[in-house]
């Protein structure tokens, strides 16, 4: 925009000139060499003002408390880069600036960017004003390239009518046909477990990769959940004698394939946070050539499982022999919606496809994040796990969901962990109008950063002790505590998380199954949280364990 609005007017100048001074006010230059040289210095000067000027003196952001330890053209991009995880610096400043609703940042090239840290700052953008921002750019961009366009990377009108259609497939009921599915999965869990133990020297406690256990868990109940396929990962893991997962001859799979995706190494990471804004993925590299391979082998292989169940959905209908069932995985209920007369008729191909990637990204990842920091809590706090176990013994040996669901300790639990250790980072807006926040006009493109954490962790909101994992704070919520904004892990308003039920519910089944068979001993080794990243995914998260005797 800026090189287009400078060349019209380098243009205008230099024809203003030729037309004022005549040819003699410079022969040696050319109307196109004026008209470069305008260019050049009307384009550094308006650069300069951008970069150095506008945010110190022009801007109406300018007043709102920001974080002063700027580099002088990165801004905080580079502390945000080195912090120990993606959340960190969001937290410093909400506690640097305990009184504000809304805190600014420089990012790359002094753009400002706003955070909400209060529940009514929140609840504007999110619900009152919803429709007035959108999901930044640059952030559709990375997702559309590494999982499509499906819901999440939807906006306004687009997302309303599919989202609509969606929310169909995760209605209550259908979720709850799912129960025999994740009672299933979390026995398979106990089975790993179990050979994780036999494959220990000592033959009485195991160790386990508890991001990478629980990504096969969850990837496994949403390869059935959505593509109604059973990936196996979970059965086909074994372990090689030091208490590692063995994964050399596991052949190319959803596992390997999200790993690269999702789990990049530090120069893949880097290159899809740059590709985001200049695109890279044309250098000849192994991490470019290695992540363009698995996001083709995906979206292949869920193009190429839509044409054949949609094929022989078709062959059975023709033959009077197809029956819809009650319980839909997603691509199912997809093909039925998109038959001749059905709601979603005329979706494209692609649109299905981008829905069914988004939803095994959406619903694994951050449902395994989940569940490998509820097992560094039970690890790091016995008394915790302690009352978790003796609120399941209550239950007979059969447990049905119906009975589980109404444990309030559990149930808490879980909320409280991802109070405390929110799995999606953020989610990242851009005003779409000029708004108004906390009676702060924001203008048009302004970015803002959706960050959970920060009104998770807020001590205003959840007191000096928001940073300690306490499940028992949720038997006595007071005050900002019981706005649904002061809890936004799963989001609120239109775009809130459609999967928020299944995830508790898959949660509480995993969990229970664990903690009624083994007890979390401790944490094996120190780890790091991935960083950059869009998840608080902790990497090298190993618990030592053992089984409970019967
Ligand atoms: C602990 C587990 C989970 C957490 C913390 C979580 C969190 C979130 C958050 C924060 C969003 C908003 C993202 C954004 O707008 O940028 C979201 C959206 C979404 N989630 Fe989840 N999620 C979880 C589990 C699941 C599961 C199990 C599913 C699968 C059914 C799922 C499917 C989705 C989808 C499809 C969206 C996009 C919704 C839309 O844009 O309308 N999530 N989730």
New binding site residues.
Partial sequence: MDVFKCLSLAALEALAIRVVGGRAHNDNLTRVQTGCILFAIQYLLLKYYRVFLYHKYFSPLRHIPSPTDNHFFFGQSIKKFKADTPISLYVKWMRDYPKAHLIRYLSLANTEVLVPTSVDAVKEILQTQCYSSH?SSG?RRMVKEMAGD???T?EFDR?RNH?KM?NGS?SLANIRNLEPLLKSKAAEVTQLFDRAIAANKDGRTGVIDCTDCSTKT?LDI?GM??LGIDLGNLRETTFNGQNKIDDVNAEFGFHKAYGIVFAPETLSKTLMFVNGFVPIRWLPIQANRDFLFATSWLDNYITELLRRRRAETKTAMDSGKYESSDSHDLLTFLIEESMPGAPAEGIKESEIVG?LL??MV???E??A??LSWCLYIMAEKPDIQARLREELAALGDNIVYSELEKLTYLDNFVKES?RVY???SG??HQAAVDMSIDGISIPKGTAIDLI?AVLQLNPTIWGDDADEVDPTRWDRLSGDQLSPYAF????QG???????T??FM??KIILAEIVRNFRILRVERPFTVQNPGFTLRPDGLEVRFERIAT
């Fill in positions: 999901k952030w499906g819901v999440i939807m997302h989202r969606l995760f969850t949403m959940a959505v829905h988004q939803f959406a619903g694994h951050t449902s994040i989940a991802i929110p799995p999606a989610t990242f959970a936004v892990a799963f989001l239109p775009r809130i998380c459609i999967g928020k299944l995830a898959e949660m």
